[in-house]
């Protein structure tokens, strides 16, 4: 009877000391699986990096095209979502057979990473393995001295949306229109939000009976709206033949390309949201 006893101890103490009781029919004993590391915060890199607001001040975004066609290709600063989990940039080519230019923007996923230091996006082409296309304005072989450039406004303050801005316009006159995109990446869209040009023509129509398509004007977007986080906020401008701009309305568009509407035909202190941050450089050494 004690010799049993004894057993049943031995037995009971070997199963404590497993790694795996659910291999005894024990799955209550199962060892809880590994959790991800959270993600990193603001907080965490902000004693080692210098970080700063991207879309500071708003609508400021531009990439320096300056030896483009002696480069052949320039790229932006790397954007990190707010949350530090993605980032975004954009390349411009230049092709010389045909005088266009073209764009296109890229985004990483910073999870999949191993061992992440931001650091590495003053360089995003090295992380090339990681580095997945979201969208090119692709060429028009008929068209020379053509250009159409992609460039990040900002991120969402949830993380979840890229507003981005392409411009188009003919390399030796200058721009033609600037359009707006977002892209979702919950549901993986990219949608135009074409109805804030149509809706700011179609005003001016109805106000004044200026055809805008007949003059020289464009949308300046400045990014999110604090106050209205679905929102887009853009200035409008008009533009003489010495390129003097004239104020014609601030807008705002929603992220589903449903409703437009004038905020103002004053420039307003409108409250724009600055959610990405682009880095600068090393504040010491690890």
Same mark, same amino acid.
């Given at each position: 009877?004690?010799?049993? $006893?004894?057993?049943?101890?031995?037995?009971?103490? !070997?199963?404590?000391?497993?790694?795996?009781?659910?291999?005894?029919?024990?799955?209550?004993?199962?060892?809880?699986?590994?959790? =991800? *590391? *959270?993600? *990193?915060? &603001?907080?965490?890199?902000?004693?080692?990096?210098?970080?700063?607001?991207?879309?500071?001040?708003?609508?400021?975004?531009?990439?320096? /095209?300056?030896?483009?066609?002696?480069?052949?290709?320039?790229?932006? =600063?790397?954007?990190?979502?707010?949350?530090?989990?993605?980032?975004?940039?954009?390349?411009?080519?230049?092709? =010389?057979?045909?005088?266009?230019?073209?764009?296109?923007?890229?985004? !990483?996923?910073?999870?999949?990473?191993?061992?992440?230091?931001?650091? +590495?996006?003053?360089?995003?082409?090295?992380?090339?393995?990681? @580095?997945?296309?979201?969208?090119?304005?692709?060429?028009?072989?008929?068209?020379?001295?053509?250009?159409?450039?992609?460039?990040?406004?900002?991120?969402?303050? +949830?993380?979840?949306?890229?507003?981005?801005?392409?411009? !188009?316009? #003919?390399?030796?006159?200058?721009?033609?229109?600037?359009?707006?995109?977002?892209?979702?990446?919950?549901?993986?869209?990219? /949608?135009?939000?074409?109805? &804030?040009?149509?809706?700011?023509?179609?005003?001016?129509?109805? #106000?004044?009976? &200026?055809?805008?398509?007949?003059?020289?004007?464009?949308?300046?977007?400045?990014?999110?709206? /604090?106050?209205?986080?679905?929102? !887009?906020?853009?200035?409008?401008?008009?533009?003489?033949?010495?390129?003097?701009?004239?104020?014609?309305?601030?807008?705002?568009?929603?992220?589903?390309?449903?409703? @437009?509407? /004038?905020?103002?035909?004053?420039?307003?202190?409108?409250?724009?949201?600055?959610?990405? $941050?682009?880095?600068?450089?090393?504040?010491?050494? $690890?």
């Amino acid at each position: 009877m004690r010799l049993k $006893f004894k057993y049943l101890i031995c037995l009971i103490i !070997i199963l404590l000391c497993s790694h795996n009781f659910s291999s005894y029919g024990l799955p209550f004993f199962k060892k809880k699986p590994k959790q =991800p *590391p *959270p993600a *990193p915060t &603001i907080r965490d890199y902000a004693d080692y990096y210098m970080l700063d607001l991207y879309n500071d001040p708003p609508g400021s975004q531009n990439i320096d /095209l300056s030896n483009l066609q002696k480069d052949k290709i320039k790229l932006s =600063p790397a954007v990190m979502s707010p949350d530090m989990t993605k980032a975004a940039f954009s390349e411009v080519y230049f092709y =010389p057979p045909v005088l266009q230019t073209s764009g296109r923007v890229l985004w !990483i996923n910073l999870k999949q990473i191993p061992d992440f230091k931001p650091i +590495d996006l003053l360089n995003p082409k090295a992380l090339n393995e990681y @580095t997945k296309p979201l969208m090119s304005t692709g060429m028009n072989m008929l068209k020379q001295n053509s250009f159409r450039t992609l460039t990040v406004v900002d991120w969402s303050a +949830d993380s979840k949306k890229l507003l981005l801005k392409e411009i !188009i316009g #003919k390399r030796l006159k200058g721009i033609d229109a600037t359009r707006l995109w977002v892209y979702n990446f919950e549901d993986k869209t990219l /949608l135009q939000l074409a109805s &804030i040009r149509a809706a700011i023509g179609y005003y001016w129509k109805q #106000k004044a009976k &200026i055809r805008l398509h007949e003059y020289v004007w464009d949308i300046e977007p400045l990014g999110w709206s /604090l106050s209205q986080p679905d929102y !887009i906020i853009a200035n409008a401008y008009g533009y003489s033949r010495g390129s003097k701009k004239s104020f014609i309305g601030s807008w705002k568009v929603n992220r589903y390309n449903t409703r @437009t509407e /004038l905020i103002s035909l004053h420039k307003p202190k409108t409250s724009i949201s600055r959610n990405g $941050f682009s880095l600068t450089g090393l504040k010491k050494e $690890f």
